[in-house]
């Protein structure tokens, strides 16, 4: 019974975190670009994941999915996903000095331990149902 319940649960939890993916693009942008360490605004903009230094300027090694990120964010896969750089300035202009940047390395493995979990919550549910 447990497995069932599981796999239905990660399934609504994909489906709700998708919708707040786009509501995070449209009110926190900033939040959204820290999640993939995206620095310059892009678009297409892909993502997976990086191994290196994520402050943007070294990268060791890196698995890219073309118009992911833009998918993710804008369900357009040319859509425009403002970067780290251009949401500092933004907020910089409304709010005044300030940082506004989260600590990106926390940011960026958080979400992708996150998102990394709930796969292999699925997987492990739909193979204990099979």
Known sequence: M???VTLAARIATAVSGDIQARLMDSQQ????AAAEALYSTAAPASSLVRV????????????RVPYLLSLI???????TVQ???NAKRAYVKK???????PVIPVTYWSFRF???FGVLAS??????CG
């Not at 290196?52 to 698995?63: A, F, K």
């Not at 997987?123 to 204990?128: D, P």
């Open 114 to 116: 996150m998102i990394g």
């Open 2 to 4: 447990g497995l069932p």
């Open 83 to 85: 970067g780290i750089n």
């Open 123 to 128: 997987v492990l549910a739909a193979a204990g």
């Open 73 to 79: 964010a804008t369900l357009s896969p040319r859509g």
């Open 95 to 101: 709010y005044g000095p300030g940082s506004y940047k």
């Open 52 to 63: 290196g230094s994520l402050n943007g300027s070294q990268e060791l090694w890196t698995v």
């Open 29 to 32: 942008p900033m939040k959204i």
